[in-house]
């Protein structure tokens, strides 16, 4: 199944800060290219996906301390990669290489997410933590 | 009445025996190693009970018995050891998941 | 020796019940109330045993060591049951 070879952090940002698939590959996106600042119209055309969809994506991305975001007067919002922490750029490249070497073992995670409580027992041995997710 | 201890920690080595394979269930579905740890803790404890079910109550007093629950609880104690060692500590998100 | 085992086993246990109250607290997620009901009672019970073991011949806790063990784990499968999909 592969998915017992995912990085502990690798883990804990699919269940904290990515949400989908298209924010997956948005943040990678930004990653690859950084520190290259990017719009939603240009992600959109190279995503190939909805304008509104890439600015929702990366307006969360943004929210989740994973991009940076600088609003130009007229000229729109740009975004470029910027993580709040050193710990959460190492997790994002090993979520990089994971993607790459085991991408099916890193969708399957991403989407399934158990939302009954099995993933909050585990959670609840973290001893230093910041609010919880919910 | 104390026919009856026997029975009791049966019954616990059964529910014992459940609890493992929950953990384990939840191992091969979230890949999460905690999982998979406790799910040997609780087997560690099912021995243990069996062991106790088998022989008598004052047993558990004796190395062989009390062995196998320390490393239970040394099994837990590890899982959480290692729990916190790979953490990054990340902040909530500000919206939420799908 | 027995007794610093058991001395563990009943703080390991005791924070165990205290970090899933914690997560419950956060989470409102039920199947760890129940695991925290679980590991509470086994920290009764290894307190029992170890009660047993100190007090030599006087009291014998031995039913109440089988009973505390099944009841907590029996919290914990009803747990895992009702709340895990």
Redesign the interface.
Known sequence: MGQEDIPEAVRALLAERVASISELETLLLLYRTAPAEWDAQRVASELRIERAGAEQQLAALAARELLALRQEQDAGEHYSYAPASEDLDRAVGELASAYEKMRVSVVQMLYSKPTDGVRHFAEAFRLRKGPSNG | MSGAIPVLNGATVMACTVAALFFLRFFRRTGERLFARFAASFGLLGLHWLALALTAPDYEFRPLLYVIRLLAFVVILFAIAEKNRAQTPLVAPATGSP | ??EG??L??AL??AA?AV??L???R??Q????FW?ALCFGGLALNNVF?LA??TAFGEV?L??L???T??GS??T??FG?VW???
């Open positions: 020796m027995a085992i058991y563990l086993c390991t246990s165990c970090l899933l914690r997560g419950y956060r989470t997620a039920r199947l760890l695991s045993v047993d073991l014998d031995s039913l060591r089988s009973a063990a099944l784990m029996a914990l499968v895992l709340e895990a999909k």
